[in-house]
């Protein structure tokens, strides 16, 4: 059921915390997806985002001091899929994208292949 | 004067005199007519009397009138009124009145408090009337009367009435004399008692309408006083006050409330003023909790923001009741209290920011364990290799956050992160450290380096130039052009191949490091030593790019 729908994925990866983002990929490597990125400021963010041929993307919400949702704003334009990862939770999210997805910090590997699995299907 | 007296006795006896005898005709007549303007006088000097007190003028006037009206009934010589006063400070004093005398007569005269004679009126004993006082054996020959000097009151005839009011208390004495003896009667003494009622009248009237004075004197400085009271209060709190006609829409702000408004004491300000100073995001609100509070008298209790005139945006907690409540149930009035709590709500703000901030850092740093356990958990062999690597890479984090902590989190200098992993290690004495310029790393940047520090302290104890006895570690940086230049050397070690596969450390310095701070970390496997160069921008470093 679950994995094997997500096997290819590219998925950017929006996340400042060295240590964060390496654990973020080890377990995307998991799912077989290939990771865009990790994009560790906003800038980098928004050029992957804009231009980086994706599937998906998970976003901290804080990416080195600055709000992300500018960068989810542009995917959506994409129609590329994302869920927020956040030390805030839900709270963090604002605006528009109060419906995405978010993963609370820190997650389970299991609550991101979830998450990600609810992204490409539903 | 006792033939005038006894007229009033005898009149009725003349009169039925008269109808026997036609003779006395003309004789009766005019007795008739002496005896009706006697008492025409009598009733004219008692209505002055009664109408004087009755006009509630001041109490000497009415004192007065009673005096020289009790002299003109019994056709004294002199008169005198002692009566008792209690001042504001609620002293007793006796005063006099005194009729057909000067009042120089009187200057000798012995306080009549401490005169034998006039014990029994001071007394409220009775009327005491002597056809001749020097000569009474009642009252004996002591002074004041014999020892009396020339010249001052020669009192013969004495007639004298306690003032005596409706409780009983002795409110002072009537005194009437005549230096011929026997000119007073007991017609006089019934005249003495009646003019005495008026007297005490008069007197009760005054003592009431002094204590009613001295209460309302004493209401208004205790009013006086709690308002001082409560202005004082108000401006120490820097509270304004108002209140709210709920009828006309009349709105009173004192001068601190205009203020917490940004408005002039001179600045009108009405109801209207108070309405669109609000903001309007929170206007509706007042209005609402403010339409409640008058409809049920309930506690009016609101925090809201308001525009000053200059645009500032300040926060107001405004408090108030219903001052009157009407059958009905709803306010005739509200008063209350405002107050700028704008301080408060940006502490309150501060607070709530920085309890999401810890909040955040707190979950982060699980983040961050659980990545450090899930990757020593891949390349370990075995649970004692993961459980040594896992705590070691965890009290690495610990000592950063130490060091930060220390910094109240503003960052750390790149110098202690350096020689604070080193010693956890063990590593100090054996490792030459060459300081270049300070560098003051961001929070997140000091705890990516000391991660990337102990891994390669870490990496020369087990396997590098500090795994020998003989081997050294040089640490030198220099800034240039705006990066950070950091080369860990190692020299004097074992021989060095390069590993065949890539384990944590060597991730965390070539990727991770390089791609958090946005610069390049390249580890070197050469055969006299393991070399690891960063390049790293300041600007990511010292959090520049932030400001």
């Known amino acids: 059921m679950t994995g094997d729908c997500l096997v290819g994925l590219r998925v950017l990866v929006v996340e400042d915390e060295m240590l964060v983002s390496m654990l973020v990929e080890d377990m995307l490597a998991d799912f077989g997806c290939s990771v865009v990125g990790p994009a560790p400021d906003f800038d980098a963010a928004m050029a992957l985002a804009t231009s980086a041929e994706i599937d998906a993307a998970l976003l901290d919400v804080n990416v080195a001091g600055r709000p992300v949702f500018p960068v989810a704003d542009a995917l959506k334009a994409r129609g590329v899929p994302f869920a927020f990862a956040s030390g805030y939770g839900a709270a963090g999210v604002e605006g528009d994208h109060r419906g995405a997805p978010v993963l609370q910090k820190p997650f389970r590997q299991i609550d991101l292949e979830r998450a990600l699995t609810g992204l490409m299907t539903g | 004067m006792r033939s005038c007296s006894r007229v009033r006795g005898s009149r009725v006896s003349s009169l039925a005199d008269t109808i026997e005898t036609e003779a006395g005709a003309t004789a009766r007549e005019r007795a008739l007519v002496a005896a009706l303007a006697d008492e025409t006088r009598r009733s004219e000097v008692l209505i002055r009397i009664g109408e004087a007190i009755g006009a509630g003028g001041d109490i000497d006037t009415i004192v007065q009138t009673v005096v020289d009206g009790g002299v003109e009934l019994t056709r004294a010589e002199f008169g005198a009124f002692f009566y008792n006063v209690v001042d504001a400070e609620g002293e007793r004093r006796q005063l006099c009145a005194l009729s057909g005398a000067p009042r120089s007569a009187f200057e000798r005269f012995p306080m009549p408090r401490n005169t034998a004679v006039f014990d029994p009126t001071f007394a409220g004993e009775a009327v005491v ?299 100090v004495g054996r490792t030459v450290v060459v300081p270049g310029a300070e560098v003051h790393l961001t929070p997140k940047a000091a705890v990516a380096i000391g991660m990337g520090i102990h891994e390669l302290a870490t990496n020369a104890m087990k396997y590098g130039a500090l795994s020998v006895a003989r081997g050294l570690v040089t640490v030198h940086w220099q800034v240039r052009d705006g990066m950070l230049e950091l080369d860990w050397t190692e020299s004097d070690g074992p021989r060095v191949e390069t590993p065949q596969r890539r384990g944590f450390g060597s991730r965390l310095l070539e990727k991770g490091l390089a791609a958090e701070l946005g610069g390049s970390v390249e580890l070197m496997y050469r055969e006299q030593g393991l070399t690891c160069a960063m390049r790293l921008p300041m600007a990511a470093l010292e959090g520049k790019e932030l400001a």
């Not at chain 2, 004197?217 to 709920?246: I, K, T």
């Not at chain 2, 609101?302 to 108030?320: K, M, S």
């Not at chain 2, 699980?366 to 690597?389: C, D, G, K, M, N």
């Not at chain 2, 956050?401 to 956890?424: M, P, Y």
Request: with cysteine; glycine share 8%.
């Open chain 2, 129 to 427: 009337r002597s056809d001749d006082i020097l000569a009474d054996p009642r009252y004996g020959q002591g002074p004041p009367f014999n020892g009396m000097p020339d010249g001052q009151l020669p009192v013969r005839s004495y007639l004298s009435a306690p003032v005596v009011s409706r409780s009983g208390e002795v409110l002072g004495g009537l005194f009437f004399g005549h230096t011929e003896p026997g000119r007073f009667s007991t017609a006089d003494e019934r005249v003495v008692a009646g003019v005495a009622g008026l007297g005490a009248a008069a007197v009760e009237a005054m003592h009431r309408r002094n204590e009613t004075l001295a209460a309302s004197e004493a209401q208004r400085s205790v009013e006086a006083r709690l308002a001082e009271r409560l202005s004082f209060a108000l401006d120490a709190g820097r509270m304004g006050s108002w209140a709210l006609d709920v009828d006309s829409r009349d709105y009173e702000a004192s001068d601190l409330c205009k203020a917490n408004y940004g408005r002039h004491p001179d600045e009108s300000f009405g109801f209207a003023d108070l309405v669109a100073s609000i903001h309007e995001a929170d206007r509706a609100r007042m209005t609402r909790a403010m339409e409640t509070a008058i409809r049920d008298g309930s506690d009016y209790d609101i925090e809201y923001r308001v525009i000053w005139p200059d645009g500032q945006v300040r926060w107001v907690h405004a408090r108030g009741r219903a001052d009157s409540i009407v059958p009905g149930g709803s306010a005739k009035r509200m008063a209350g209290i405002s107050l700028d709590i704008t301080d408060r709500r940006r502490a309150e703000e501060r607070q709530r920011l920085m309890l999401n901030e810890l909040n955040h850092r707190v979950k982060n740093t699980l983040a961050t364990v659980q990545s450090i356990a899930f990757q020593t958990l891949r390349t370990a062999r075995t649970p004692a290799e993961f459980r040594e690597a896992f705590e070691a890479r965890l009290l690495a984090l610990s000592e950063t956050h130490n060091l930060l902590t220390r910094e109240n989190w503003e960052g750390a200098a790149l110098r202690a992160i350096i020689d604070s992993e080193l010693e956890a290690l063990g590593g």
